[in-house]
Every structure is written in structure tokens, then in C-alpha cells.
């Protein structure tokens, strides 16, 4: 969506970069939480 043309005419630049930024934000806020069921996980394994 970051490099759509269609996306940025239907929706505006600004929009577009601003929606990208903050669901960039939110993956990367995702990735650098652990779940109790991740440490349950990796515990059974080691």
C-alpha cells in the first residue's frame, strides 16, 4: 500500500503514509513482544 498510486488517489498521501507508518509501528511493537504461551513453548523445548 506504501508505494500504491491507486491507494495514495483514492485515499490521499498523507493518509496513506500515515496509516503505513503506524501499522509499521504496530508490527514492530508486536515482534518485540514475548507471550506466556512463546515462554511456555520455548521452556517445553529446551
Known sequence: ??????AKSL???VF???FCKT???ECREFASKVTD???KRY???I
Open 37 to 39: 504461551w512463546e515462554r
Open 1 to 6: 500500500m506504501k508505494n500504491s498510486a491507486i
Open 23 to 25: 501499522r509499521e509501528w
Open 16 to 18: 496513506v503514509d500515515h
Open 11 to 13: 485515499f490521499g498521501e
Open 43 to 45: 521452556f517445553e523445548i
